[in-house]
């Protein structure tokens, strides 16, 4: 399995742009061959920060993924209102049981 995470801060006045294009990129990603889960969050301390963490079944899963339109899209978006630049790092991971 691939993890990834991908951290931004954006301007506070581009926040409700990026959490729209976010949540449309949310949308369109989980309905992806090879993704096992897709979600953003915002930082409870900073409300201009976000982490997506995103599962994917295989390498070649997360490369397609990061070929669409819509990543695409949002990653222009977060390009024109970032603070910094975007962090994205990606890890093959097994599963553990925690017990």
Do not use: K
């Not at 990061?66 to 093959?92: F, K, N, S, W």
């Amino acid at each position: 399995m691939i993890v990834v995470t991908a951290y931004a801060e954006v301007r506070p006045e581009g926040r409700d742009r990026a959490r729209e294009a976010m949540l449309t990129a949310q949308a369109a990603s989980v309905q992806e061959d090879g993704c096992e889960s897709y979600r953003f969050y915002q930082a409870l301390d900073h409300d201009c920060s976000f982490v997506v963490v995103d599962n994917w079944r295989d390498l070649a899963a997360w490369q397609a993924h990061m070929q669409t339109p819509h990543i695409a899209e949002l990653i222009d978006v977060l390009h024109e209102i970032l603070v910094g630049g975007l962090d994205i790092r990606a890890y093959e991971a097994t599963q553990v049981d925690p017990g």
